[in-house]
């Protein structure tokens, strides 16, 4: 066994390797499509509430008005119940981190002790979901509640219009309107979930273990803040800041790629042609309008054309973080806010995933091929 395994080739990353059965979602990168269950991820973002594609994404029951509100209910229900602990945890975390990521990553752990909840390992699947509902229910209130904290600001009540509305209230300091929170919403639907990404993929190793949400959760997270995965999309923005002007993206972008340096919002391992996300991100934004937009729009027709002729044969389009981060900022929420906000999305998809890995008791353990130097023998 071990002489057969050691002659398996692996691709680099594990890209295109299937490391379980899923029925949370699909990407099928080749068409441009991917779905959450049995429903077109992108029309669920265009139409879809965020908590409608949350009881989707967990509990896999068919959002209608009556479902989803009773969802809404018992949501709230887990936020009240956790409200206590919750201001605990944010008065403590909020003295010590200087930033929002670093807050969320100790706010879970401190919170899932103090809600005293237990190894999945332990608990069927009734409490899994209590407590995967108590821990996301609660992330856009620590998001929001960091990011005033760091500046100096009390909470504001909540809007009750749902998670969407009240969370932009908290990071901007205004009411949203219906435009602001309905293009929001399509954002953070979008990329609740989005396959076996590094974070997610993170998350599920985790929950193998049989550990708690909130180790689970925090792993993931961690994965989330590198550079190529959720921590990219203000990047997004440094090439439009770095033109300023229509005129100036054609010379700015020729002398990137000769200088060998990567367009940070191009390109995607998985989609072989356009990001149906960053489509739809697109669409949200011109909606929006602006200046900025107007550049933006420019800006991404002379990238592909450009990517086009340097790297011929490669299909790189825009992908959701270049349009992700017009839209946010469009919407009011700072830069350094951005891969938080990405963060309160993607924590649905985590849970998800981390629910359906629990009921496997196979915990996930995949071998290394060494390839160092042999082992030395002592002298004769």
């Not at 991917?34 to 009881?55: H, I, K, M, N, P």
């Not at 969802?71 to 200087?98: K, Q, S, Y």
Request: proline fraction near 6%; aromatic fraction near 6%; glycine fraction near 12%.
């Amino acid at each position: 066994m071990d002489a057969m395994m050691s002659t398996i080739d692996v691709p680099r990353g594990l890209a295109g390797v299937v490391v379980a059965e899923t029925t949370i979602g699909d990407v099928r990168g080749g068409e441009g499509f991917y779905q959450y269950r049995d429903r077109s991820a992108v029309e669920l973002a265009e139409t879809g509430t965020f908590e409608a594609a949350w009881q989707l994404l967990v509990t896999g029951e068919a959002p209608t008005a009556a479902s989803t509100a009773a969802f809404r209910t018992r949501i709230d229900a887990a936020l009240d119940g956790a409200r206590t602990d919750l201001e605990e945890v944010l008065g403590a975390v909020g003295r010590m981190t200087p930033g929002v990521l670093a807050g969320l990553s100790a706010s879970w752990p401190l919170l899932g002790a103090r809600r005293g909840i237990h190894p999945l390992y332990d608990l069927d699947r009734e409490a899994r979901l209590a407590d995967a509902l108590t821990m996301a229910a609660v992330t856009a209130p620590l998001v929001g509640g960091l990011w005033r904290r760091s500046r100096g600001e009390g909470a504001l009540p909540p809007l009750g219009r749902g998670v969407v509305a009240d969370y932009l209230q908290q990071v901007t300091g205004v009411v949203p309107s219906a435009q602001v929170e309905r293009a929001l919403t399509a954002y953070l639907v979008s990329v609740m979930d989005h396959g076996f990404n590094a974070s997610t993929f993170t998350a599920r190793v985790i929950a193998s273990t049989g550990a708690d949400v909130a180790a689970c959760l925090t792993g993931a997270l961690g994965a989330l803040t590198g550079p190529l995965h959720g921590g990219a999309p203000a990047r997004a923005l440094d090439g439009l800041d770095a033109v300023g002007t229509p005129e100036r993206i054609e010379p700015w972008i020729r002398g990137e790629l000769a200088a060998g340096r990567r367009l940070m919002g191009f390109g995607h391992a998985v989609y072989r042609t356009a990001d149906p996300r960053a489509q739809l991100m697109k669409r949200v934004a011109q909606d929006l309008g602006g200046a900025r937009v107007a550049l933006a729009v420019e800006f991404e027709g002379t990238a592909e054309r450009l990517l086009a002729e340097a790297k011929p044969g490669r299909e790189l389009h825009a992908n959701v973080e270049f349009w992700a981060a017009i839209v946010m900022e469009e919407c009011g929420i700072p830069r350094e806010m951005f891969t938080p906000t990405f963060a309160i999305a993607r924590t649905i998809g985590w849970t998800a995933h981390i629910l359906e890995q629990a009921d496997d008791p196979k915990i996930i353990r995949p071998s290394a091929r060494y390839v160092g130097p042999p082992v030395q023998r002592p002298a004769a």
